[in-house]
């Protein structure tokens, strides 16, 4: 990545006002025939696949990014030693993935998730046998799903399941496992829209992370960082993207902003989106998954190799540990849904010291002596996240392709939540960007009548 954040850039905020230097940069660039055509604002996975396509294909790109860093929800963390990924880490429909052939080409190993799954009642390490109930409503409740979203259903999950799979002894550590997928409980996501995500190949896992696999594909690409986007400007020829340091015209904008950052009113867009584009924005909530890793001394687990456990509570509230992380002592819990916001608003210490908690219940409290420090995330109170991934609310169906049109041929929607078959991923997230890269295209082409 070319991070055009530099000390030129600081001699110039000292030099000119902040006010000059985007506007500044745009002109001085305009001069030499490089003033961009296309600003992409947000440099997650969806901008930077936008960028790329659009720059491939000859056009002249700006990416304006709010953080010190790209990636956005994909990111790597190396302070405890050991990689472990914040956000994203693992690649879903690993047959349709196209990140799967990126990682591959750029040798990056990919390993199958084979990884054990236990469950514990107290400390006690429940056997194949016992959890049987488990597997079996985990499967019913998949079933009962699928069925509502064939016929059509765009009702709250819970609505869709029987009184007989609800009333299961397991019914609680079933439904989190789903909760988890979707980031909120059944009762609030649609039927339909779960039903038209595409799982196709088993998960991959990535020992060097996600998010460095994202941070590998955007390096080349140019960013403006801690350039937060707060206005634009649609409704003339052309867009003008105000930023505290400048505006930037172009001839199209791509918006790759987490939806919920639009829809808690954050940018500001002249003249307002449509009611039924502002609505599908909040149509389409993120839901919350965090995580809490937890660095030892010594391997405090049963095994030397990796493993899933999982706490059986009657109210399915608990965490899931990834026990060690490949070569580390490192171990990854995360938590979905209510309990998610819960432990974010108890702030991080009590975060870690509830994940550590369970873990003692697990596995008894030898493994305090050991524990050395813990980092917990917080994506909903991240102003440039506002939660994790989106879900689809009851009776919005329709939410996410309503979002891929573009408006008055100068305006792009880009990002997870406009993926139908692959919302809520970092697949997903390249695919609306590749999508967005397209109209671009076609809306400036020569004689399609619809660029500024
Ligand atoms: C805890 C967690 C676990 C996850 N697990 C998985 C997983 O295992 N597999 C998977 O495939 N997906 C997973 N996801 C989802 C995946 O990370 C996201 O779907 C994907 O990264 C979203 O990419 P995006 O480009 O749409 O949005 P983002 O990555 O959020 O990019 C948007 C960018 O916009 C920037 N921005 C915000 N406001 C402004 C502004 N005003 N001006 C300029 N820039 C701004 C942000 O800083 C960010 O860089 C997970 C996410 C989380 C949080």
């Given at each position: 990545?070319?991070q055009?954040?530099s ?5 110039l905020?000292?030099g000119?006002?902040a ?12 001069a ?23 720059g ?6 700006l990416m304006?990014?709010?953080r010190?860093?790209?990636?956005g ?15 994203c880490s ?5 047959a349709?993935?196209?990140?799967v052939?990126y990682?591959?080409?750029n040798?990056?190993?990919?390993v199958a998730?084979r ?6 009642e107290?400390?006690r ?9 488990y ?5 019913r ?5 699928t ?5 059509g259903l ?12 609800k009333a ?34 088993e998960?991959?896992?990535i ?14 690409l140019?960013?403006r ?7 634009i ?21 791509v918006v790759?902003?987490p939806?919920?950052v ?8 002249e ?12 149509d ?13 001394r010594r391997?405090?687990?049963?095994r ?6 999982r706490?059986q ?5 608990g965490?899931?540990y ?27 210490a ?9 873990l003692?219940?697990m596995?008894?409290?030898?493994l ?15 102003p440039y996240?506002?939660?994790?991934y ?8 329709g939410a ?8 008055a041929?100068?305006l ?5 939540h ?9 697949h997903g ?10 109209q ?13």
């Open positions: 990545m070319k055009l954040e000390s030129t850039r600081r001699r905020l000292q000119l006002g006010g000059a230097l985007v506007a500044g940069w745009a002109g001085r660039s305009a030499q025939g490089t003033a961009p055509e296309v600003v992409v604002v947000g440099a997650g996975a969806a901008g930077l696949a936008a960028a790329r396509d659009l491939a294909a000859g056009r002249r790109v304006l990014e709010a010190d860093r790209i990636g929800r994909a990111f790597t963390d190396g302070s405890l030693g050991a990689a472990w990924d914040r956000g693992r690649l879903h429909a690993s349709i993935n196209p990140w052939g990682a591959r080409q040798g990056f190993e990919l998730d990884l054990q799954r236990h469950v514990y107290g400390a390490r429940l056997g194949g046998a016992e959890t049987a109930g597997r079996a409503v985990k499967a409740l998949q079933q009962e799903l069925d509502a979203g064939r016929r765009d009702i709250p999950a819970a609505a869709a399941l029987t009184q007989v799979t299961d002894p397991w019914y609680p550590l079933a439904a989190a496992d789903v909760a988890a997928w979707e980031g909120t409980e059944p009762a609030n996501f649609s039927t339909l829209d779960r039903y038209q995500f595409i799982e196709r190949g998960d991959l896992l020992p060097r992370g996600y998010g460095t696999l994202l941070a590998h594909y955007g390096r080349d140019e960013v960082l801690r350039t937060p986007v707060g206005r400007r649609w409704g003339g020829r052309g867009v003008a993207v105000e930023t505290p340091v400048g505006v930037v015209n172009a001839r199209a904008v790759a902003l939806v919920a639009i829809a808690a009113g954050a940018i500001a867009f003249p307002q989106l449509p009611a039924e584009v502002l609505a599908a924005h909040h389409l909530p993120l839901g919350l998954m965090n995580k809490v890793a937890l660095r030892f391997n405090v687990f049963p030397e190799e990796p493993e899933f456990l706490l509570r009657r109210d399915g509230r965490m899931s990834q026990t060690r992380l490949p070569g580390s002592q490192v171990c990854v819990a995360t938590a979905a849904g209510s309990l998610a916001y819960e432990l974010e608003a108890a702030g991080e009590a975060a870690i010291e509830h994940a550590l908690g369970e003692v219940t596995l008894g409290s030898d305090r002596r050991h524990f050395e420090r813990g980092v917990a995330t917080a994506w909903s109170i991240d996240s506002r939660g994790s989106s879900y689809c609310l009851p009776g919005r169906y996410r392709a309503l979002l891929t049109r573009p408006l041929g100068r792009v929607f880009a990002g997870e406009t993926e139908q078959g692959a919302y809520g991923t970092l997230a390249r695919l609306s960007g590749e999508r967005a890269a397209r671009v295209l076609g809306l400036l082409a020569p004689g399609s009548g619809r660029s500024a």
